[in-house]
């Protein structure tokens, strides 16, 4: 039984250990990956799925420890390397062409070529449709992409995997975009690739979909393995706490707040989905925030916090509806700036693009949004821009040769600082932070939590995303939990755990009501 | 290790002077005449038009856009400040005829150019048209506009007040320097001491990044374009100065050569990079190079083939040095 069990493992991880600028992204993580089974692996956002997923499929090639494939020791130079060995990957965002046909993009880069070495449709055609029968998926492989809905788009890529003779489908959430029948579909087609003896690796945040379509999961935490076990030996709630369960000693603990008054509400804040007609990304969701108080928008990928605050801010004013009350007065924001006059500063998730301008100075990037206090007679002064640079480089502690050093060149941790500061300098007393501390180093974390606590005993109010669950229990006062565009909890600091959140958290999918039909 | 840094810096932000200096050095030794006190004037003379329209283009690319107008828009404006000084406005309908003041004319001339730049802004930030698209568009409609408006002819005999701005000196100067020399000093000024100026590199730098900082971009990339189109009028004013009168095919294929002059100033076409300084060297090192070329009587269709290389030398060199950062 046991030789038999070693015999069906088609790869398998070693110890795989990587590193990005000083931050461990995986620590000595290993992963068997048996044939005819679907492996499912989970953890929250940032434990490492994805940073594994690119060391096998050969993205990454930098790492420590070893990859066996088939009992040998392999190397990927490259992805086509991986894809030559049988290992395909089937990502969130699919990487299909979409104004070329099925069969066109299905052999992308390896087309049928007859003998004048032009393309022989006839014979791609003929393959692509042989592919997508055996997937069970009957269209023209004449059909532009662009036509197709998101399963079946998928049902493609897993045919252009098929057409690799790929051994090993990893599959990136592969229910996140598409409907409730789709998701059949795609659960009949992995069964029945199961049962071709192909091994599936399964990334998902929906643990409910773990018991109807897995075999085994592992679960990633911080970069490591928690567990790797069998589906039928644990429940939902195993997992969860698996998941979680992190020491929170080591945290700096924001200062309670001292009872303030309430500064700023939104109630009923919706957006509707841009193509999805009747569908909301954020769904009604209400809360109230105090001088003083940081609260924290729990979430995991696709749970609608980062579009909280960009309606919030006015980046939506198409789209969304609700009321946004600040020192109890109803206020309408159509742009940004109608924000910012309004005294709300939004510290957005991603600092190059959507945060910083590269290539000016700090000095530039901290004036840039309040530029009219530099004015003088109509003029910029560049004393004034470097009174109140340098005023801000001091007071938050920014590490920079100069003021005139381009942000480009700065750490993370320095940029994000900076950010702060353009912020801080339009005076602001509503921050919305969005992952502020994503891909910076422990110490600036530190920094960054100090100055939040900083900043709320001067009666800011803070509005916080973060999907790093001791990160928001240390900071946050209270915390809401967003789940598909829902609000799905509220908690306060001393009522919420890890495992709490987290169960509010996941997403419940259709899934769950159908599991015991099947 | 920080000193070497610097001085290469330097190096880098100087080369296009370097360039510049070095070019007239060898046409000083190579061409005869080249080093001459009438020569200089002319050189600065044949450069201000293009300056005028570069500098425009200038504010245009530092947002990432681009302008393939300039030269029609200089034919149109040139051409409504020529027929309405000499013909004036006639609506035969209404038995009403308005007469122009060269003041009038050319204000008139520059109200055009402006008008047509704003409509160039509206096209990219209302209806989100690419720039590229756009501005061609406007290429062919400000052509076509002015072939109307002329006749398919030259307007010619303009006056000799008129045509001293073109031909005549000031303070040992001529005219049109003065022109673009103050064209040039209110922008540098526009872009370095203004918050619009400040905005302009912070669209073409990261256009999101300046939304979600409070920027109201539309308004911003309608004032360049507006602006670009202005100065393409005044480009037209002093080319029809000059030659006295104006002609359908004026201004034809300039934007490209404005282009070429604000890519060997070192501004990024991808935007948020670049100076009017350097779009200044960069004419001037075309103008040069024409100069020297004539005076070395190398045949126009080589002059072409040289005229291209210089481009793609200015921006292979720029392009390796930022690579190495």
């Given amino acids: 039984m046991a030789q038999s069990k070693t015999n069906n493992i088609v790869l398998q991880a070693k110890s795989i250990s990587k590193a990005f600028g000083g931050i461990k992204a995986l620590d000595g993580v290993n992963l068997e990956v048996y044939k005819g089974r679907v492996n499912a692996i989970v953890g929250e956002n940032g434990a490492g799925k994805s940073t594994l997923m690119k060391v096998l499929t050969g993205i990454h090639q930098q790492y420590d420890g070893q990859i066996i494939l088939d009992e040998h020791k392999v190397t990927f130079a490259n992805p086509k390397e991986a894809q030559k060995n049988g290992i395909a990957i089937i990502h969130q965002e699919l990487n299909l062409i979409p104004y070329l046909s099925v069969a066109e993009n299905v052999f992308l880069g390896r087309e049928f070529v007859n003998r004048l070495g032009l393309i022989d449709y006839k014979k791609m055609y003929v393959e692509t449709k042989r592919l997508l029968e055996r997937l069970d998926l009957h269209i023209n492989p004449r059909t532009q992409v662009s036509n197709l809905r998101i399963g079946q788009q998928q049902i493609v890529e897993i045919a252009h995997a098929l057409s690799l003779d790929a051994r090993i489908v990893i599959m990136d959430e592969p229910t996140s975009a598409i409907s409730e029948h789709e998701i059949k579909v795609l659960f009949d087609l992995i069964r029945s690739l199961k049962a071709q003896g192909v091994a599936i690796v399964y990334i998902t945040h929906k643990l409910d979909e773990l018991f109807q379509i897995a075999d085994s999961v592992s679960v990633l935490r911080d970069g490591k393995l928690v567990g790797s076990i069998s589906v039928e030996d644990v429940t939902h709630d195993d997992i969860v706490r698996m998941m979680v369960g992190r020491d929170i000693k080591d945290f700096f603990v924001k200062a309670d707040v001292t009872k303030s008054k309430e500064v700023f509400s939104v109630k009923d804040m919706c957006l509707a989905h841009p193509r999805r007609h009747g569908d909301y990304v954020v769904d009604h969701v209400s809360f109230t925030v105090k001088a003083g108080e940081v609260l924290g928008l729990f979430g995991l990928m696709g749970a609608g916090r980062t579009e909280l605050l960009e309606t919030i801010f006015g980046l939506h004013p198409k789209r969304s509806s609700g009321r946004i009350i600040l020192n109890g007065r109803e206020i309408k924001v159509n742009f940004p700036i109608d924000a910012i006059n309004l005294g709300i500063g939004f510290i957005t998730e991603d600092r190059k693009l959507e945060g910083l301008v590269l290539q000016m100075s700090v000095a530039a990037s901290i004036s840039l949004a309040s530029l009219e206090q530099t004015e ?68 600036a974390k530190n920094e960054i939590y100090r100055l939040i606590s900083e900043l709320t005993q001067a009666g800011l109010a803070i509005v916080m995303v973060s999907s790093e669950l001791p990160e928001i229990m240390a900071i946050a006062d209270r915390i809401i939990v967003l789940s598909e565009g829902k609000q799905t909890a509220e908690f306060t600091r001393s009522q919420a755990t890890e495992e709490l959140i987290m169960k509010a958290a996941i997403p419940k999918s259709f899934v769950l009501q159908h599991s015991s039909k099947v | ?285 075309i103008g040069v190079l024409n100069s020297g070329l004539i005076i070395l009587q190398v045949p126009p269709f080589w002059q072409k083939v040289i005229k291209g290389f210089v481009i793609l030398l200015a921006v292979a060199i720029d392009k390796l040095n930022t690579k190495e950062q």
């Fill in chain 1, 376 to 443: 003088r007679f109509g003029f910029l002064s560049s004393t004034l821009e470097t009174r109140l640079a340098q005023n801000y480089v001091k007071r938050l502690r920014i590490k920079t040769s100069s003021l005139q050093q381009v942000v480009e060149n700065l750490s993370g941790g320095n940029q994000q600082k900076v950010i702060i500061a353009k912020w801080l300098a339009t005076n602001p007393r509503i921050l919305l932070l969005d992952e502020p501390t994503r891909g910076i180093d422990v110490n």
């Fill in chain 2, 1 to 285: 290790m920080l000193e070497l840094k610097g001085q290469k810096e330097i190096l880098v932000r100087f080369q296009s002077l370097l360039a510049l200096l070095l070019m007239v050095v060898i046409f000083s030794i190579c061409a005869e005449g080249f080093f001459t006190k009438d020569n200089f004037w002319l050189v600065l003379r044949q450069v201000s038009v293009n300056t005028c329209l570069s500098v425009g283009m200038t504010l245009v690319i530092l947002t990432g856009g681009i302008d393939l107008s300039v030269g029609s828009i200089l034919a149109l404006s040139g051409a409504i400040m020529a027929g309405l000084l000499k013909n004036g406005l006639e609506f035969p309908a209404f038995n009403l005829f308005i007469g122009f003041t060269l003041l009038g004319a050319v204000i008139a001339g520059l109200i055009v150019g402006a008008s047509l730049g704003f409509f160039n802004g509206l096209m990219i930030t209302r209806f989100r048209i690419p720039p590229f698209v756009a501005t061609l568009a406007m290429l062919t409609i400000a052509r076509g506009l002015t072939e109307l408006w002329t006749g398919g002819a030259a307007i010619t005999g303009l006056g000799k007040t008129f045509g001293y701005l073109g031909t005549g000196w000031f303070l040992g100067i001529p005219v049109q320097v003065w022109t673009c020399a103050a064209i040039v000093a209110i922008v540098v000024v526009v872009l370095r001491k203004t918050r619009f100026g400040r905005y302009v590199y912070a669209v073409g730098g990261n256009e999101r990044a300046a939304k979600l900082s409070g920027l109201n971009v539309n308004r911003i990339k309608l004032l360049v374009y507006t602006m670009a189109g202005a100065l393409s009028a005044v480009g037209g004013l002093i080319v029809t100065s000059k030659l006295n009168s104006a002609t359908p095919t004026a201004g034809d294929g300039y934007e490209l050569d404005s282009i070429a002059a604000v890519v060997i100033g070192g501004t990024s076409l991808s935007g948020g990079k670049g100076s009017v300084f350097g779009t200044i060297l960069g004419a001037l090192i």
